[in-house]
């Protein structure tokens, strides 16, 4: 207790709390100028222990002293450091600290964030972003060489990112602008603190007490449990029941799309009119903010959300947690957990209601792992260079830089540890010039260099063009939703509904039919630049918004899929109808066991199918599967198409695929030309690209009004690649779009990683009939036809049908 | 059929065949002309003075697209429909081996420049003739469709693009637009961005029913217009 000065002591105490152990610690370690970073689960006090030592600190000095910055708090989300700031002002006030607190968003008026440039608060509260913007200023330096402390919170959900890059290479800036200032960082419990210290440039590691081991249920019917699908609208009286029960429960699903399904299914039962909300990142921000606060005002029983509300604020009255579909991943599912009942002594209440069967498998790992306090370790990715030429534009716009300084600073970052110097020049090369082997913008240079061998911006519209350019999050070009007024032509008039991303308004079909804003919808076609729709009463819409969850399956919890699927001794925890379905599927073809890749083969219909179970996630058997047809093409089996799900992937063709060599089939070297004449014509890839492209500040992002439509940047933006691809393949901007690809969208890294190892260990049953394992990647909505000619083959049915069309006499 | 059609599709402009290339060139057989809309040179460097350094290649990649069409149809005399540089200096700033690769193609055929909105002149180290329209046979070229109907008009200018959906997959291409009677051909230059067929610029040259012919990778494909499909006549390839 006597770390603590009275005044603090005595304001635990009027609060009957008693200062936490890892809240002492924290002032201890500050007393000595230590960094630390405070491991500890939610609702134990964390935050006010990060800011403890800034507050003793402040409390000593005079009330009347020139305005310095002393300590910056950094959070993933705005909303969160704007709560923050509001539950610091309890402290300040009822010590009567003098100390200023402000925050800084996007939304902070120009004025005050200008302001705050030149005469700073004492505690700034703000995004990686706005960071990003005040180390690029010109006040910067003397901005920041006050500063003696950094907090981040939530660490464990920014490092591990591309705004994790962001903010690293701001704190690099920082360590050089404030040499002496210390690191506090924030957060739950991870697999291994390690990289997060690294990510802090070190310090010592505090855990606060772990709180009672959370409760978690399993939604399981012993009558039925669906083969696929992601809604589990089954369980939807049950979920209900559960919200009855409760005061105030959170309902997580993985995708907007569910949020919606899910939003509807559980209105339609619900006869007593519960308050129930939704909450998702496609609604107005103002509808959001509304929920948000009839939340915090306990008006609400039951809120259905996706990750937008894993983090964020805490909400005291919230007793349940509901988690609908896969938890994809142990910490995930923790996080979410932790967002009940805020309060360390009294277990967490988290209901899990899988949606087909292998979630119910998914469910049961993930129970495993989180009660036996086992945590997924993500893979650490590596910088990504798009971000670092955005950083260097930026340094340059604070002051001209020195490059080997630069390059010092850049990779005392965690994530840039590893840079090259000649990857750092090319960066360089490419802010300056564009880096292309032929020198043609020397004369156009967005930096130049100084007599004293400086790096300066050649013209103030280069550091305008920056700040407009600033962050790392880009949004998708989004699309109109137009209701069509009934008997009026597509695109006359018409009510907007609201907005969704470009790229799935283009795959639809006339005809189709989706979800969207509680509705199902038909798609009658494109008008200028908006999407044309009518109500339908098909209670089935056709295209789901997003396949499954964005995020893919985590590679901890996979491998302890497979070890369960593995094991029929461990089946017993399992639902009848699931237990069955294993029991059936070793009786009538195999059950793989750990290391091995189970390959079958059947007939059915007119088609043969070929399906194997990798367990690696959507995203690599998406990859995995254009690979395979492309070399299935090649040995002539005529592959038709393939749908792929988080554990399965199955390809059909039209010759009997059993005989093939699986390990040729399988072989590692799939990721060589295969990949790279398959990136050359892949929409992921040229998104990813056009990602990295704004990102890099090679083209500019959009904003409303500023642009017509999104149409022609991604279209531009394509143009770019192909000749960028043609000339110089090699090209930096190209390296960084492999790299986020590989670890992102394709996810190449895992799919590389699962060849390996299996490499010699695949199993093939040669089978008269779908196996039972192979029934839920069969049913999979989402199915790709062959990637081979597919394009030329959408222009020649296009063609065909039209003539067809034509040539009708009826 | 899996098999790569290479088939031509021709389709008839006031009375005169047209082979439609699948670079996104004209081809007339019946008069030995190749015609190039919006060819764009040097699109990028335009943006770097701006400030966006796109990659310097899009001449390149122009010219050869220019040259490997150039080598199949070998044409007496090549018709560029206008903004075939992308500004006033745009020529300037062509490096000596692209000086050079478009010389070489300057003296393949007589070749005729009709003057665009981008480019009042071409050089005039290119040669050839500077036109603002030119009357062939039962055509007329022009850059910009005019606003007042005249049969046998073709022009480039609106770069037009279009997308077709089919089991779930979309493609956005440049595509020729056709009546029968006037045809716009869409941009070539690899920059070239494009306009989609639902803009009223492009729609209000037709005032009935018109066809789309899409860039494939081995062919140009009929993807919209019913009634115009008698005009298309299908030849094998040579």
Redesign the interface.
């Known amino acids: 207790m006597n770390a603590l000065p009275q005044a603090f002591s005595d304001w635990f105490a009027s609060r009957g709390w008693a200062p936490r152990p890892h809240q002492l610690a924290l002032v201890e370690h500050a007393a000595r100028g230590e960094s630390v970073l405070l491991i500890a689960p939610t609702g134990g006090g964390k935050t006010l222990a990060g800011f403890l030592p800034t507050l003793i600190d402040l409390a000593k000095l005079p009330s009347r002293r020139p305005r310095a910055l002393h300590t910056l708090y950094i959070s993933p989300l705005k909303a969160l450091a704007v709560d923050v700031a509001r539950n610091l002002d309890t402290p300040v006030e009822e010590m009567r600290l003098p100390v200023r607190i402000e925050t800084r968003t996007g939304d902070t008026p120009a004025s005050r964030r200008q302001r705050q440039k030149t005469l700073p608060p004492d505690i700034l509260l703000t995004t990686p972003e706005q960071l990003a913007l005040l180390v690029a200023s010109r006040e910067s330096a003397r901005l920041f060489e006050s500063l003696k402390t950094v907090v981040l919170d939530e660490l464990h959900a920014m490092h591990n990112s591309k705004r994790g890059d962001l903010l690293a290479l701001g704190l690099a800036r920082l360590r050089t602008l404030a040499p002496e200032h210390r690191t506090v960082g924030l957060s739950a419990t991870v697999a291994d603190p390690k990289p997060l210290l690294d990510y802090m440039g070190g310090g010592a590691l505090v855990r606060g007490l772990a709180g009672a081991a959370p409760q978690i249920s399993i939604l399981a019917s012993d009558t039925y449990v669906p083969w696929a699908g992601h809604i589990a609208r089954y369980a939807m009286a049950d979920v209900l029941e559960a919200i009855k029960r409760a005061k105030t429960s959170l309902v997580f699903v993985n995708t907007r799309a569910n949020a919606e399904r899910t939003f509807q299914e559980l209105w339609r039962l619900n006869e007593g009119n519960l308050p129930i909300a939704l909450h998702h990142g496609s609604l107005a921000p103002a509808q959001r903010r509304k929920v948000e606060s009839a939340m915090t005002k306990g008006a609400l029983r039951a809120v259905v959300c996706t990750s937008t509300l894993d983090l964020g604020i805490d909400w005291g009255a919230v007793d349940n947690v509901i988690c609908i579909g896969a938890p994809k991943g142990a910490a995930r599912l923790v996080q979410r957990i932790g967002r009940a009942n805020h309060r360390l002594d009294e277990p967490s209440q988290a209901l899990l209601v899988p949606s087909n069967r292998f979630e119910v498998l998914e469910c049961e790992a993930a129970r495993d792992a989180v009660m036996a306090g086992e945590l997924d370790g993500d893979r650490l990715r590596i910088g990504g260079l798009d971000v670092l030429a955005q950083h260097v534009l930026g340094t340059a716009c604070a002051k001209p830089f020195d490059a080997d300084r630069l390059f010092a600073e850049v990779t005392s970052a965690s994530p840039y540890a590893h840079l090259t110097r000649d990857d750092f020049d090319k960066v360089v090369d490419f802010v300056a010039?564009?880096g292309?082997a032929?020198k043609?913008?020397d004369r156009?240079a967005?930096l130049r260099r100084t007599e004293d061998g400086k790096w300066r911006v050649a013209?103030p519209?280069?550091a305008q063009?920056y700040r407009m350019n600033v962050g790392v999050i880009v949004e998708d070009p989004m699309i109109d939703i137009r209701l069509q007024a009934k008997g009026r032509p597509t695109?006359v008039g018409g009510r907007v509904l609201g907005q969704m991303e470009e790229y799935f308004v283009?795959?639809?079909?006339h005809g189709d039919t989706f979800v969207f804003a509680g509705d199902v919808l038909r798609f009658e076609g494109?008008?200028?630049d908006a999407a044309y729709v009518s109500r339908t009463h098909d209670p089935e819409a056709g295209?789901p918004s997003y396949n499954g969850g964005k995020f893919p399956l985590s590679t901890f919890l996979a491998k302890r899929v497979r070890e369960m699927v593995s094991r029929p001794e461990s089946w017993a925890v399992l639902p009848d109808p699931v237990n069955e379905w294993l029991r059936i599927q070793e009786f009538r073809s195999y059950i793989p066991q750990p290391g091995q890749l189970l390959v079958e083969t059947f007939p059915r219909g007119s088609k043969n199918y070929l399906v194997c179970y990798p367990f690696e996630g959507r995203l690599a058997h998406q990859t995995l599967g254009m690979l395979l047809t492309r070399r299935l093409e090649r040995l002539r089996m005529?592959p038709l198409g393939f749908s792929a799900n988080e554990y399965a992937l199955a390809v059909w063709a039209l010759r009997d695929m059993s005989g093939l060599d699986m390990g040729k089939l399988f072989d590692q070297d799939m990721l060589g030309d295969d990949l790279d004449a398959w990136l050359g014509e892949s929409n992921l890839y040229k998104r990813t690209f056009r990602n990295c492209a704004i990102i890099a500040g090679?083209?500019?992002r959009r904003f409303p009004g500023r642009e017509k439509t999104g149409?022609?940047v991604t279209?531009?933006s394509d143009?770019?690649y192909?000749?960028?691809r043609?000339?110089?393949p090699d090209?930096i901007l190209l390296r960084a779009t492999y790299e986020d690809a590989a670890t992102g969208l394709l996810d190449i890294a895992r799919l590389s990683e699962m060849l390996a190892r299996v490499k010699a260990r695949i199993v093939t049953k040669r089978l008269d009939r779908v196996s039972p394992l192979a029934v839920p990647a069969l049913l999979e909505i989402?199915?790709e036809?062959v990637a081979g000619?597919?394009?030329?083959d959408?222009?020649?049915?296009?063609?065909e049908s039209?003539?067809a069309?034509?040539m009708r006499v009826d | 059929m899996r098999c790569v059609s290479t088939d031509d599709l021709n389709i008839e402009v006031n009375g005169e065949i047209l082979v439609l290339d699948r670079s996104g060139a004209a081809w007339w057989p019946g008069q030995e002309t190749l015609v190039f809309a919006d060819i764009h040179f040097e699109k990028g460097s335009s943006y770097a003075m701006r400030g966006a350094l796109l990659p310097p290649y899009d001449t390149r990649t122009t010219l050869r697209r220019m040259g490997d069409v150039v080598a199949r149809r070998r044409p007496k005399r090549i018709v560029a429909l206008g903004d075939s540089f992308h500004d006033r200096q745009a020529a300037d700033r062509l490096d000596a081996e692209e000086r050079a690769a478009l010389s070489a193609l300057g003296r393949a055929a007589d070749w005729v420049w009709i003057t665009g909105n981008h480019d009042p002149a071409p050089p005039a180290w290119l040669g050839g003739t500077v036109v603002d329209e030119i009357k062939l046979g039962r055509l007329v070229f022009r850059h910009e469709p005019g606003a007042m109907f005249q049969p046998g008009e073709i022009a480039g200018h609106l770069h037009p693009v279009t997308t077709v959906t089919r089991r779930g997959r979309s493609l956005r291409r440049r595509c020729f637009v056709s009546d029968g009677r006037r045809m716009v051909l869409p941009a070539f230059g690899a920059y070239a961005g494009g306009l989609d067929l639902w803009e009223t610029a492009i729609r209000a040259l037709f005032d009935g029913d018109f066809a789309a012919f899409m860039l494939g990778t081995s062919r140009v494909y009929a993807v919209s217009g019913a009634a115009v499909l008698q005009t298309l006549r299908r030849t094998a390839a040579s």
Do not use: C, N, P, W
């Open positions: 010039t564009g292309y032929l043609r913008y156009y967005r013209h519209r280069v063009q695109g283009e795959q639809l079909a494109m008008h200028e295209v005529r090679l083209i500019e149409r022609q279209f531009s143009l770019i192909d000749v960028l043609e000339h110089e090209h989402a199915k036809m000619e597919a394009h030329e959408i222009l020649r049915e296009t063609e039209l003539i069309d034509a």
